[in-house]
Protein backbone atom coordinates (compact mmCIF):
# COMPACT_ATOMS: atom_id res chain seq x y z
CA UNK A 1 0.00 0.00 0.00
CA UNK A 2 1.01 3.83 -0.94
CA UNK A 3 -0.20 6.43 -0.57
CA UNK A 4 0.30 10.08 -3.43
CA UNK A 5 -0.15 12.93 -2.64
CA UNK A 6 -0.49 15.98 -5.21
CA UNK A 7 -0.62 19.76 -4.28
CA UNK A 8 -2.28 22.42 -6.47
CA UNK A 9 0.99 23.65 -8.47
CA UNK A 10 0.62 20.01 -10.15
CA UNK A 11 -3.01 20.11 -11.57
CA UNK A 12 -2.91 23.68 -12.20
CA UNK A 13 -2.69 23.47 -15.92
CA UNK A 14 -3.59 20.66 -19.10
CA UNK A 15 -0.51 20.09 -19.08
CA UNK A 16 1.15 19.47 -15.80
CA UNK A 17 -2.59 17.24 -15.11
CA UNK A 18 -1.37 15.28 -18.15
CA UNK A 19 1.99 14.67 -16.00
CA UNK A 20 0.12 13.37 -13.16
CA UNK A 21 -1.01 10.99 -15.79
CA UNK A 22 2.11 9.99 -16.72
CA UNK A 23 3.31 9.56 -13.15
CA UNK A 24 0.60 7.19 -12.34
CA UNK A 25 0.95 5.62 -15.42
CA UNK A 26 4.53 4.75 -15.72
CA UNK A 27 5.12 4.04 -11.97
CA UNK A 28 6.55 0.61 -11.09
CA UNK A 29 5.19 -1.27 -8.33
CA UNK A 30 1.53 -2.50 -8.47
CA UNK A 31 0.59 -1.91 -4.96
CA UNK A 32 -2.66 -0.82 -4.22
CA UNK A 33 -2.90 2.95 -3.96
CA UNK A 34 -4.60 5.79 -2.43
CA UNK A 35 -4.38 9.66 -4.81
CA UNK A 36 -4.99 12.54 -2.66
CA UNK A 37 -5.14 15.64 -4.76
CA UNK A 38 -5.67 19.52 -3.78
CA UNK A 39 -7.37 22.42 -5.93
CA UNK A 40 -6.09 23.60 -8.54
CA UNK A 41 -3.27 26.00 -8.82
CA UNK A 42 -5.10 29.34 -6.82
CA UNK A 43 -8.60 28.25 -6.73
CA UNK A 44 -8.41 28.08 -2.97
CA UNK A 45 -8.15 31.17 -2.90
CA UNK A 46 -10.27 32.43 -5.35
CA UNK A 47 -12.98 30.46 -2.91
CA UNK A 48 -11.67 32.42 0.01
CA UNK A 49 -12.96 35.69 -1.99
CA UNK A 50 -16.33 34.07 -3.00
CA UNK A 51 -16.41 33.42 1.03
CA UNK A 52 -15.43 36.72 1.79
CA UNK A 53 -17.74 38.78 -0.60
CA UNK A 54 -21.06 36.49 0.04
CA UNK A 55 -20.81 36.53 4.22
CA UNK A 56 -20.42 40.99 3.68
CA UNK A 57 -23.84 40.23 2.24
CA UNK A 58 -23.10 41.03 -1.66
CA UNK A 59 -24.54 37.88 -3.33
CA UNK A 60 -24.32 38.68 -6.57
CA UNK A 61 -20.96 39.28 -6.77
CA UNK A 62 -20.11 36.15 -4.61
CA UNK A 63 -22.22 34.74 -8.03
CA UNK A 64 -20.26 36.11 -10.38
CA UNK A 65 -16.38 35.33 -8.81
CA UNK A 66 -18.12 31.61 -8.56
CA UNK A 67 -19.09 31.49 -12.06
CA UNK A 68 -15.55 32.24 -12.99
CA UNK A 69 -14.31 29.61 -11.26
CA UNK A 70 -17.01 27.01 -12.87
CA UNK A 71 -16.11 28.67 -15.98
CA UNK A 72 -12.32 27.61 -15.62
CA UNK A 73 -12.76 24.15 -14.39
CA UNK A 74 -15.37 23.38 -17.41
CA UNK A 75 -12.93 24.76 -19.96
CA UNK A 76 -10.00 22.49 -17.97
CA UNK A 77 -12.54 19.31 -18.82
CA UNK A 78 -13.20 20.41 -21.64
CA UNK A 79 -9.48 20.12 -23.08
CA UNK A 80 -8.98 17.02 -21.23
CA UNK A 81 -11.37 14.93 -21.89
CA UNK A 82 -13.47 13.31 -24.37
CA UNK A 83 -15.28 10.38 -24.07
CA UNK A 84 -15.43 10.54 -20.29
CA UNK A 85 -16.78 14.64 -20.62
CA UNK A 86 -20.41 13.96 -20.27
CA UNK A 87 -20.50 11.96 -16.87
CA UNK A 88 -17.76 14.22 -15.51
CA UNK A 89 -19.66 17.33 -16.19
CA UNK A 90 -22.77 15.80 -14.72
CA UNK A 91 -20.83 15.40 -11.77
CA UNK A 92 -19.29 18.79 -12.03
CA UNK A 93 -22.82 20.27 -11.98
CA UNK A 94 -23.85 18.93 -8.43
CA UNK A 95 -21.00 20.36 -7.19
CA UNK A 96 -21.85 23.57 -9.14
CA UNK A 97 -25.43 23.45 -7.75
CA UNK A 98 -24.17 22.60 -4.16
CA UNK A 99 -22.46 26.19 -3.52
CA UNK A 100 -24.71 28.32 -6.22
CA UNK A 101 -28.02 27.04 -3.60
CA UNK A 102 -26.27 28.18 -0.72
CA UNK A 103 -25.11 31.40 -2.33
CA UNK A 104 -28.29 32.41 -3.08
CA UNK A 105 -29.47 32.55 0.54
CA UNK A 106 -27.85 35.13 3.28
CA UNK A 107 -25.46 34.30 5.78
CA UNK A 108 -27.09 33.46 9.29
CA UNK A 109 -24.40 31.16 10.90
CA UNK A 110 -20.86 32.45 11.84
CA UNK A 111 -17.93 32.85 8.90
CA UNK A 112 -15.81 30.11 9.27
CA UNK A 113 -19.05 27.83 8.73
CA UNK A 114 -19.74 29.76 5.28
CA UNK A 115 -15.72 29.07 4.66
CA UNK A 116 -15.83 25.10 4.85
CA UNK A 117 -18.62 25.20 2.66
CA UNK A 118 -17.53 26.86 -0.24
CA UNK A 119 -13.60 26.40 -0.43
CA UNK A 120 -14.32 22.85 0.26
CA UNK A 121 -15.75 22.57 -2.82
CA UNK A 122 -11.79 23.31 -5.07
CA UNK A 123 -10.86 20.00 -4.18
CA UNK A 124 -14.10 18.33 -5.17
CA UNK A 125 -14.05 19.82 -8.28
CA UNK A 126 -10.49 19.03 -9.28
CA UNK A 127 -10.17 15.38 -8.26
CA UNK A 128 -13.44 14.66 -10.40
CA UNK A 129 -11.77 16.26 -13.49
CA UNK A 130 -8.48 14.15 -13.01
CA UNK A 131 -10.40 10.97 -12.02
CA UNK A 132 -12.43 11.12 -15.48
CA UNK A 133 -8.88 11.68 -17.22
CA UNK A 134 -7.03 9.07 -15.49
CA UNK A 135 -9.85 6.72 -16.08
CA UNK A 136 -9.71 8.01 -19.96
CA UNK A 137 -5.91 7.53 -20.21
CA UNK A 138 -6.17 3.83 -18.50
CA UNK A 139 -5.30 4.73 -15.51
CA UNK A 140 -8.30 2.96 -14.10
CA UNK A 141 -9.23 4.36 -10.21
CA UNK A 142 -12.68 4.73 -8.35
CA UNK A 143 -13.24 8.48 -7.46
CA UNK A 144 -14.12 8.78 -3.29
CA UNK A 145 -15.76 11.70 -1.89
CA UNK A 146 -13.52 12.24 1.23
CA UNK A 147 -16.31 14.05 3.24
CA UNK A 148 -17.97 10.00 3.15
CA UNK A 149 -14.36 8.92 4.81
CA UNK A 150 -12.73 11.45 7.16
CA UNK A 151 -14.88 12.21 9.79
CA UNK A 152 -14.56 15.94 11.99
CA UNK A 153 -15.88 17.38 14.77
CA UNK A 154 -17.65 21.00 13.83
CA UNK A 155 -14.27 23.17 14.59
CA UNK A 156 -15.23 25.01 11.42
CA UNK A 157 -11.45 26.00 9.01
CA UNK A 158 -9.63 23.91 11.71
CA UNK A 159 -11.43 20.82 12.33
CA UNK A 160 -10.36 17.88 14.69
CA UNK A 161 -10.30 14.02 13.22
CA UNK A 162 -12.87 11.01 15.16
CA UNK A 163 -10.51 8.74 14.33
CA UNK A 164 -12.63 6.15 15.42
CA UNK A 165 -14.96 6.88 12.82
CA UNK A 166 -12.37 7.62 10.34
CA UNK A 167 -10.60 4.29 10.82
CA UNK A 168 -13.86 2.05 10.31
CA UNK A 169 -14.53 4.14 7.05
CA UNK A 170 -11.52 3.58 5.60
CA UNK A 171 -11.07 -0.05 6.38
CA UNK A 172 -14.02 -0.55 4.81
CA UNK A 173 -12.74 0.54 1.40
CA UNK A 174 -12.43 -3.22 -0.61
CA UNK A 175 -8.80 -2.92 -2.57
CA UNK A 176 -9.26 -5.89 -4.04
CA UNK A 177 -11.74 -4.42 -6.19
CA UNK A 178 -10.22 -1.30 -6.99
CA UNK A 179 -6.42 -0.50 -7.01
CA UNK A 180 -6.55 2.62 -7.19
CA UNK A 181 -9.07 5.00 -4.92
CA UNK A 182 -8.67 9.02 -5.65
CA UNK A 183 -9.80 11.51 -3.71
CA UNK A 184 -9.50 15.04 -1.93
CA UNK A 185 -7.29 16.37 0.98
CA UNK A 186 -7.92 19.55 3.13
CA UNK A 187 -11.48 18.36 3.65
CA UNK A 188 -14.21 16.43 6.12
CA UNK A 189 -17.49 16.49 7.16
CA UNK A 190 -19.45 16.78 10.26
CA UNK A 191 -21.91 13.78 11.06
CA UNK A 192 -24.44 16.04 10.28
CA UNK A 193 -22.29 16.21 6.95
CA UNK A 194 -21.98 19.91 6.87
CA UNK A 195 -18.37 19.72 5.58
CA UNK A 196 -15.46 20.88 7.35
CA UNK A 197 -11.50 21.53 6.52
CA UNK A 198 -8.49 21.13 8.34
CA UNK A 199 -6.24 23.95 8.43
CA UNK A 200 -4.55 25.53 4.88
CA UNK A 201 -2.63 23.33 3.35
CA UNK A 202 -4.36 20.39 5.38
CA UNK A 203 -4.13 17.80 2.11
CA UNK A 204 -0.51 16.66 3.21
CA UNK A 205 -2.44 16.19 6.54
CA UNK A 206 -5.37 13.76 5.08
CA UNK A 207 -2.45 12.38 3.30
CA UNK A 208 -0.94 10.94 6.30
CA UNK A 209 -4.33 9.75 7.67
CA UNK A 210 -4.75 7.64 4.85
CA UNK A 211 -1.36 6.60 5.52
CA UNK A 212 -1.48 5.75 9.15
CA UNK A 213 -4.91 4.01 8.81
CA UNK A 214 -3.58 1.72 5.69
CA UNK A 215 -0.64 1.07 7.47
CA UNK A 216 0.93 2.53 4.25
CA UNK A 217 4.53 1.41 3.07
CA UNK A 218 5.10 5.10 2.06
CA UNK A 219 3.67 8.45 1.51
CA UNK A 220 4.76 10.46 -1.25
CA UNK A 221 4.22 14.48 -1.76
CA UNK A 222 5.17 15.91 -4.91
CA UNK A 223 5.80 19.40 -5.28
CA UNK A 224 7.19 21.67 -7.92
CA UNK A 225 10.71 21.90 -5.82
CA UNK A 226 13.49 19.01 -5.61
CA UNK A 227 12.57 18.43 -2.13
CA UNK A 228 12.57 20.12 1.30
CA UNK A 229 14.78 23.16 1.14
CA UNK A 230 16.15 25.02 4.04
CA UNK A 231 14.55 28.28 2.70
CA UNK A 232 11.73 28.96 0.45
CA UNK A 233 13.58 29.37 -2.70
CA UNK A 234 11.38 31.43 -3.73
CA UNK A 235 12.38 34.18 -1.45
CA UNK A 236 16.21 32.60 -0.92
CA UNK A 237 17.33 32.08 -4.60
CA UNK A 238 20.60 30.26 -2.98
CA UNK A 239 18.27 27.65 -0.83
CA UNK A 240 19.80 24.45 -0.59
CA UNK A 241 18.32 20.78 -1.13
CA UNK A 242 18.03 18.41 2.29
CA UNK A 243 18.13 14.61 1.23
CA UNK A 244 17.55 13.53 4.41
CA UNK A 245 15.41 14.96 7.42
CA UNK A 246 14.17 13.27 10.91
CA UNK A 247 11.30 13.89 12.16
CA UNK A 248 11.91 15.63 14.54
CA UNK A 249 13.54 18.27 12.83
CA UNK A 250 10.59 18.63 10.40
CA UNK A 251 8.10 19.02 13.15
CA UNK A 252 9.92 21.45 14.32
CA UNK A 253 10.06 23.08 11.07
CA UNK A 254 6.09 22.63 10.89
CA UNK A 255 5.92 24.23 13.85
CA UNK A 256 7.22 27.37 12.96
CA UNK A 257 5.46 27.94 10.19
CA UNK A 258 7.69 26.49 7.10
CA UNK A 259 4.91 25.59 4.51
CA UNK A 260 6.75 22.50 3.04
CA UNK A 261 4.69 20.06 5.48
CA UNK A 262 1.26 20.75 7.53
CA UNK A 263 2.22 20.69 11.32
CA UNK A 264 -0.01 18.03 11.60
CA UNK A 265 0.75 15.71 8.92
CA UNK A 266 4.47 14.28 10.50
CA UNK A 267 2.72 12.74 13.91
CA UNK A 268 0.46 9.97 11.82
CA UNK A 269 3.66 8.80 10.11
CA UNK A 270 5.93 8.89 12.99
CA UNK A 271 3.54 6.65 15.46
CA UNK A 272 3.78 3.90 12.88
CA UNK A 273 7.40 4.94 10.91
CA UNK A 274 6.44 5.74 7.61
CA UNK A 275 8.50 6.92 5.86
CA UNK A 276 7.59 10.63 3.79
CA UNK A 277 9.54 11.36 0.47
CA UNK A 278 8.78 14.60 -1.30
CA UNK A 279 9.57 14.32 -4.84
CA UNK A 280 9.96 16.93 -7.55
CA UNK A 281 6.56 16.03 -9.95
CA UNK A 282 8.46 18.04 -12.58
CA UNK A 283 11.63 15.86 -12.74
CA UNK A 284 10.48 12.34 -11.04
CA UNK A 285 14.33 11.32 -11.56
CA UNK A 286 15.43 13.85 -9.12
CA UNK A 287 15.71 11.68 -6.10
CA UNK A 288 13.58 14.26 -3.64
CA UNK A 289 14.11 14.23 0.58
CA UNK A 290 13.29 11.38 2.56
CA UNK A 291 12.18 11.76 5.80
CA UNK A 292 12.51 8.98 8.83
CA UNK A 293 13.06 8.60 11.93
CA UNK A 294 16.59 8.93 12.35
CA UNK A 295 18.90 11.42 13.30
CA UNK A 296 20.85 13.83 10.80
CA UNK A 297 23.04 16.16 11.37
CA UNK A 298 24.70 18.90 9.94
CA UNK A 299 21.90 20.52 8.55
CA UNK A 300 22.26 23.82 7.22
CA UNK A 301 20.72 26.96 8.81
CA UNK A 302 16.85 26.19 7.97
CA UNK A 303 15.33 29.81 7.43
CA UNK A 304 11.27 30.57 7.75
CA UNK A 305 9.57 33.88 7.02
CA UNK A 306 5.90 34.66 8.20
CA UNK A 307 4.46 37.49 7.04
CA UNK A 308 0.67 38.82 8.15
CA UNK A 309 1.76 38.49 11.88
CA UNK A 310 0.44 40.41 14.76
CA UNK A 311 1.67 41.58 18.38
CA UNK A 312 -0.75 41.70 21.00
CA UNK A 313 0.52 43.54 23.69
CA UNK A 314 -1.13 43.01 27.15
CA UNK A 315 -0.14 45.12 30.63
CA UNK A 316 -1.86 44.02 33.83
CA UNK A 317 -4.44 46.29 34.60
CA UNK A 318 -3.23 47.18 38.80
CA UNK A 319 0.61 46.61 38.36
CA UNK A 320 0.61 43.31 39.66
CA UNK A 321 3.01 40.50 38.10
CA UNK A 322 1.71 38.53 35.40
CA UNK A 323 1.60 35.70 37.39
CA UNK A 324 0.39 31.86 37.38
CA UNK A 325 -3.64 32.88 37.26
CA UNK A 326 -3.45 35.55 34.94
CA UNK A 327 -1.46 33.13 32.44
CA UNK A 328 -3.80 30.11 32.98
CA UNK A 329 -6.70 31.85 31.66
CA UNK A 330 -4.99 33.28 29.68
CA UNK A 331 -4.14 29.45 27.97
CA UNK A 332 -8.13 28.94 28.42
CA UNK A 333 -8.71 31.53 26.20
CA UNK A 334 -6.32 30.31 24.16
CA UNK A 335 -7.85 26.72 24.11
CA UNK A 336 -11.16 27.95 23.75
CA UNK A 337 -10.57 30.79 20.75
CA UNK A 338 -8.21 27.92 19.13
CA UNK A 339 -5.71 30.26 18.93
CA UNK A 340 -1.91 28.79 18.55
CA UNK A 341 0.95 31.46 19.86
CA UNK A 342 3.98 32.13 17.30
CA UNK A 343 6.05 33.42 19.98
CA UNK A 344 5.69 34.44 23.91
CA UNK A 345 7.28 36.72 25.94
CA UNK A 346 6.84 37.45 29.16
CA UNK A 347 7.97 40.45 31.69
CA UNK A 348 6.97 41.13 35.03
CA UNK A 349 3.84 42.83 34.72
CA UNK A 350 3.36 42.67 30.97
CA UNK A 351 2.83 40.11 28.44
CA UNK A 352 3.77 40.08 24.59
CA UNK A 353 2.02 37.45 22.01
CA UNK A 354 3.11 37.16 18.57
CA UNK A 355 -0.10 35.66 16.31
CA UNK A 356 -1.13 35.26 12.53
CA UNK A 357 -3.03 38.36 11.66
CA UNK A 358 -6.88 36.99 11.84
CA UNK A 359 -8.69 39.85 12.47
CA UNK A 360 -11.76 37.96 14.03
CA UNK A 361 -9.38 36.07 16.12
CA UNK A 362 -7.54 38.84 17.45
CA UNK A 363 -10.69 40.56 18.36
CA UNK A 364 -12.19 37.54 19.97
CA UNK A 365 -8.44 37.44 21.96
CA UNK A 366 -9.01 41.23 23.09
CA UNK A 367 -12.80 40.55 24.19
CA UNK A 368 -12.05 37.73 26.25
CA UNK A 369 -8.85 39.14 27.86
CA UNK A 370 -10.21 42.43 28.63
CA UNK A 371 -11.08 41.63 32.23
CA UNK A 372 -7.46 40.94 32.71
CA UNK A 373 -4.87 43.03 30.98
CA UNK A 374 -4.95 46.41 29.26
CA UNK A 375 -4.46 45.46 25.62
CA UNK A 376 -2.40 47.02 22.47
CA UNK A 377 -2.40 45.64 19.01
CA UNK A 378 0.61 46.06 16.44
CA UNK A 379 0.29 44.62 12.97
CA UNK A 380 1.86 44.45 9.93
CA UNK A 381 5.14 42.49 11.21
CA UNK A 382 7.27 39.66 10.00
CA UNK A 383 8.48 36.72 12.26
CA UNK A 384 11.72 35.46 11.27
CA UNK A 385 12.91 31.72 12.72
CA UNK A 386 16.30 30.47 12.04
CA UNK A 387 16.76 26.83 13.22
CA UNK A 388 20.42 25.90 13.54
CA UNK A 389 21.73 29.55 13.01
CA UNK A 390 24.86 31.44 13.44
CA UNK A 391 25.28 35.05 14.42
CA UNK A 392 26.33 36.09 10.15
CA UNK A 393 23.14 34.86 8.72
CA UNK A 394 21.31 36.29 11.87
CA UNK A 395 23.10 39.81 11.29
CA UNK A 396 22.50 39.22 7.36
CA UNK A 397 18.67 38.69 7.77
CA UNK A 398 17.61 41.17 10.21
CA UNK A 399 20.02 44.19 8.39
CA UNK A 400 17.88 47.26 8.86
CA UNK A 401 15.23 45.84 10.58
CA UNK A 402 13.39 47.19 13.54
CA UNK A 403 13.35 44.60 15.74
CA UNK A 404 10.18 44.01 18.47
CA UNK A 405 10.86 40.91 19.97
CA UNK A 406 13.75 38.29 19.91
CA UNK A 407 14.34 34.99 21.11
CA UNK A 408 17.45 32.26 21.26
CA UNK A 409 17.73 29.02 22.35
CA UNK A 410 20.95 27.12 21.21
CA UNK A 411 19.79 25.96 18.07
CA UNK A 412 16.74 28.53 17.22
CA UNK A 413 16.36 32.36 17.07
CA UNK A 414 13.11 33.95 16.35
CA UNK A 415 12.59 37.69 15.39
CA UNK A 416 9.54 39.83 15.38
CA UNK A 417 10.14 42.69 13.00
CA UNK A 418 8.89 45.26 11.36
Keep these: MQVYKFGGASVNSIERIQNVGDILKNRIDSEPLVVIISAMG ?31 HLTTAKYLLVTHYNPCYALLNDFF ?49 VRDIVRTDNNFRDATIDWGKTKQAVEDLDFSANDIYLTQGFIGATDDNESTTLGREGSDFTAAIFANLLNANSLTIWKDVAGVMNADPKQ ?42 VKCFLDTNLPGTT ?14 VKTQQALIELHSQDFSFVGEQPMIELYKIFSQLKIKANLIQTEAISLQICLDDRKEKIEQLALAASTLFD ?21 KLTAGKQILLLQKTPTTVQVLYR
Design 97 to 145: TEIEWLLHDKPVREFDYYYDQIVCIGELLSTCIVSFYLNEIGVANTWLD
Design 42 to 72: KTTNALEKVADVFFSGDTDNALRLFDVIKQQ
Design 291 to 304: IRQKLVKNLPPIIV
Design 375 to 395: IQVVKDLTLLTIRHYNEAILE
Design 236 to 277: FPDAELMSELSFEEVIEMAYYGAQVIHPKTIKPLQNKGIPLH
